[in-house]
């Protein structure tokens, strides 16, 4: 896996990954940016979320359960220090789907968080403090 992190100007930077797609990476006014971009560290809180949440839906879908939505709300602490950390993250998932069982998305994020998702069990394996929960909803 590869990526280039290019500088633009100030603290903007454009990220782009292996396979080819960018995002625009910039800072607040107040620290030389221009906020035309996400922070590095929401991009973290991004990657725990979408690493998640892919493997939440992916597990459902295998079990053959009608998943409509998925909504991974993340929340990140982080300590009051220099390297200012994440010490907590919280993913909150909102399920929506057909006669979803309790049980089966319960399932998913318990082996998303213990078995699959790279991205938060390497942020756990640091020390980083991670917590899911859940709700579903029937459509």
Not at 87 to 97: D, E, R
């Amino acid at each position: 896996m590869q990526a280039t992190v290019k500088w633009v100007d100030g603290v903007m930077f454009v990220g782009e990954s292996g396979s080819g797609h960018a995002i625009v990476i910039d800072g607040p006014p107040d620290h030389g940016g221009r906020n035309m971009g996400m922070r590095p560290m929401e991009l973290i809180l991004l990657g725990v979320g979408s690493c998640s949440s892919f493997d939440v839906v992916d597990i459902l879908k295998k079990g053959r359960h009608q998943v409509t939505s998925c909504v991974a709300q993340v929340s990140g602490e982080r300590v009051d220090a220099i390297p200012s950390v994440f010490n907590k993250i919280h993913l909150h998932f909102i399920i929506s789907g057909k006669e979803l069982k309790t049980s089966a998305v319960e399932r998913a994020v318990k082996l998303s968080a213990e078995k699959y998702c790279s991205a938060s069990i390497m942020l756990g394996n640091a020390g980083v403090e991670i917590t899911h929960d859940f709700e579903v909803i029937e459509v």
